[in-house]
Each structure stands twice: as structure tokens, then as C-alpha cells.
């Protein structure tokens, strides 16, 4: 059974820094692209960053560029997010997805003001 978990959500000011992680387990997602989502409370769920297969193709929001960075570990079978520079307008449940529909259980950020 395919499973996606993420980790590393939290609570923290505004100006900070978290790191998510993502493990994938049950089939490898090395051929595959991976992504992070996020959803804010009464919100739409929106893309926030995709890694290609390699690594070597990054997609990010313009909300986001210059200060998340999306990265992966195929031998992990792991994908991960850095952020920076933490707003309060990122606060939302993050989401992992990898392939084209299997979607982790998410993580809470919250960014305080």
C-alpha cells in the first residue's frame, strides 16, 4: 500500500523557517514527479512546488520563488521543502503528492504575526 507522511509542520513567527519532509513508501517515486500543495482555511487547495524525477527541474508559485526550495532524495525515496522567510499568508496544511494521485495526509504551518 502506498503511503505518503509528511513531517516537519509547526508553529513559528513570521520571518522564520521550516523544513518539511515527505517519506513515500510502498513503491518507488523515483521516475516520478513530486510536489508540495498547501491549503489555507477557506481556500482552494494550490500548488506551491514541483521536483522533476532527477531533480534537475524545479517548478515554484510566484508567491513562494526566492524563498522555498523544493528538493529530493530518490535513495529515500523523500522529497522535501524549505522554507524561509516565513509569512502569515503561508499558513495552511501542506501536502505531498507524488505521480501524478497519491497525496500524503498533510502537515499544519502556521506563521504568526
Known amino acids: 500500500q502506498v503511503q505518503l507522511v509528511e513531517s516537519g509542520g509547526g508553529t513559528v513567527q513570521a520571518g522564520g523557517s521550516l523544513r518539511l519532509s515527505c517519506a513515500a513508501t510502498?513503491?518507488?517515486?523515483?521516475?516520478?514527479?513530486m510536489g508540495w500543495y498547501r491549503q489555507a482555511p477557506g481556500k482552494e487547495r494550490e500548488f506551491v512546488a514541483t521536483v522533476s524525477w532527477s531533480g534537475g527541474t524545479t517548478q515554484y508559485a510566484d508567491s513562494v520563488k526566492g524563498r522555498f526550495t523544493i528538493s529530493r532524495d530518490n535513495a529515500k525515496n523523500m522529497v522535501y521543502l524549505e522554507m524561509n522567510s516565513l509569512k502569515p499568508e503561508d499558513t495552511a496544511i501542506y501536502y505531498c503528492?507524488?505521480?501524478?494521485?497519491?497525496w500524503g495526509q498533510g502537515t499544519q504551518v502556521t506563521v504568526s504575526s
Open positions: 510502498g513503491r518507488s517515486f523515483s521516475r516520478s514527479t
Open positions: 503528492k507524488a505521480g501524478s494521485y497519491y
